[in-house]
């Protein structure tokens, strides 16, 4: 406003002075006298006069088109966003609905299916409620919108679970590793979705700008990737995929505290002074929690981003090499050390050149970075060499593809030989000599049987060993009882079993 003011009164002062000067020209030019001072100052005094009204006009057009207060529906926002948060009946179907397509589209790689049910999803209701309650200071619909974001949480995790627990597709997608890990470009699209949603949202005029923020940011597909990491034992995917969800949906709900700030929204009003400092003591907590580590997790993101293109750039410059060709290459960023793998083949590389390498690294600001090159090391690479990259892409990808499926086949094999071993160990016992001990130290019994019976008790079934004993000649029920209970006593203690049984036959 103060320079919109400076603006005017400049203009209308140069307005002032050149209305003079005219009038006294005018005066000159009726007595037939003219002024050279005069004649050389109108042009200059109307090109000032011109810019300010240039720079006003633009003030204007840029005002009229980018502001945000019209059009604008306080009310009629806070109204719509907190009907959007409520998580019960219907809303609660539509989302299991939608978390069962979306885990399907990611199950069979389908983005138009993943999309669908992005479009149907109720997740963007209680995060923009977080930020409107943060921006507004309304600590009881910050409560409620929590509690319905954690209610729809874990609801989509049961259900993305119990989807890929039961299907018998288990093979990760495209689709759904690209879920697995958050990146910087991730970050900026739930900002810019969020203040798209909420710019959306607090018009009179609202449109359908929710739908399309819910595909942007995609909220649903990490929660579905979540969910395939419980059911499949992946923790690096569920931590990873819930890790891109919460940190969507916090810059969601910041960029949406941002604009209700801006547009000035209404504050909660207490009637007690002591309520309102409380309360606002605890918006205050609440806002450093969620936003210190956000920000600690968007500058992480801005480093690596940074890595990795610093790495692109010293790959590309430096590693064309005569001879030489790069067939695949992987960068790894962690806080500590970070590793370049680069695959290639033809001319190997010495370490005089990788010592080189290496310093260009440095110089490239690449610390702290491990550079492993992984070449051939006999003459075979001169064949290879010869043939073409797609030739070579592909019998590499076959090999490593089969040697894959050979390891994986063969420890999987040998884990079910060690199941099938230790249980022969447990059921396997030293028949031969407890059957020359038996008749030793129980002369009067005749035969001897070994077997493992299976009991159900309920529905779970159990196995036992019994041993069977036929007696030479006819006992007392007391006599053979007092006998099976020193043989079983010493049977359990011989053999080292928790469970034995002796029947006779």
């Not at 005018?26 to 240039?54: C, I, Q, Y």
């Not at 939608?98 to 399907?104: E, G, N, R």
């Not at 003459?379 to 490593?400: F, P, Q, T, W």
């Not at 999987?412 to 030793?440: C, M, T």
Request: net charge positive; aromatic share 10%.
């Amino acid at each position: 406003m103060e320079w919109r003011n400076f603006v005017a009164a400049k203009l209308e002062k140069l307005k002032g002075e050149q209305g003079e000067i005219q009038h006294e020209m005018e005066e000159k030019t009726n007595s037939g006298k003219r002024d050279n001072t005069s004649s050389t100052a109108e042009p200059k005094l109307g090109l000032n006069v011109k810019f300010l009204r240039a720079l006003v006009g633009i003030r204007d057009f840029a005002r009229s088109t980018m502001f945000l207060g019209d059009d604008m529906d306080q009310e009629g926002t806070i109204e719509t966003i907190k009907k959007d948060m409520v998580f019960r009946g219907y809303v609660v179907w539509i989302l299991i609905c939608s978390i069962f397509i979306a885990s399907i589209g990611l199950n069979l790689n389908s983005t138009a299916v993943i999309i669908g049910a992005m479009l149907i999803s109720p997740l963007m209701g209680p995060i923009l409620a977080i930020g409107l309650s943060v921006g507004t200071n309304d600590w009881e619909v910050l409560k409620k919108a929590l509690k319905n974001f954690g209610v729809m949480v874990v609801v989509a995790l049961i259900t993305s679970t119990l989807y890929f627990f039961i299907t018998p597709l288990h093979e990760a997608q495209p689709e759904l590793l690209a879920r697995t890990k958050p990146t910087f470009l991730d970050a900026l699209i739930a900002i810019f979705g969020g203040l798209a949603g909420i710019i959306g949202v607090s018009r009179r005029n609202r449109g359908n700008v929710i739908p399309g923020v819910a595909i942007a940011t995609a909220l649903m597909p990490p929660l579905c990737t979540a969910g395939y990491g419980l059911a499949n034992g992946e923790w690096s995917f569920f931590f990873g995929a819930f890790y891109l969800f919460t940190l969507n949906s916090i810059f969601i709900a910041g960029a949406t505290f941002l604009i209700v700030r801006y547009l000035k929204f209404p504050l909660v009003s207490f009637v007690n002074a002591e309520t309102e400092k409380k309360v606002k003591r605890y918006m205050i907590a609440f806002v450093i929690i969620v936003i210190l580590p956000s920000a600690w997790i968007f500058y992480g993101l801005v480093k690596e981003t940074i890595f990795l293109g610093k790495a692109e750039n010293f790959i590309s410059e430096n590693l064309s090499l005569s001879g030489t060709e790069i067939i695949s290459k992987k960068i790894t960023y962690t806080d500590t050390i970070s590793r370049i793998d680069i695959f290639i083949m033809g001319e190997p590389i010495g370490n005089q050149t990788q010592q080189q390498l290496e310093k260009i690294m440095l110089e490239k600001g690449l610390k702290n970075t491990v550079l492993k090159i992984h070449q051939p090391k006999d003459v075979s690479s001169d064949i290879a060499g010869k043939l073409s990259k797609e030739v070579r892409v592909g019998i590499l990808e076959d090999l490593y593809k089969r040697n894959e499926e050979l390891v994986a086949e063969k420890d999987q094999r040998i884990v079910q030989l060690e199941k099938q071993v230790k249980k022969y160990q447990k059921d396997a016992i030293p028949f031969e000599g407890l059957n020359k001990e038996i008749s030793i130290q129980y002369p009067n019994v005749d035969r001897v049987a070994y077997a493992v019976s299976l009991e159900m008790i309920g529905p779970r079934i159990d196995t036992i060993p019994t041993f069977m004993v036929k007696w030479k000649t006819d006992r007392s029920v007391q006599s053979k009882d007092s006998e099976k209970t020193i043989m079983r006593a010493w049977l359990k203690q011989r053999l080292e079993l928790d469970t034995l049984r002796i029947i006779e036959f």
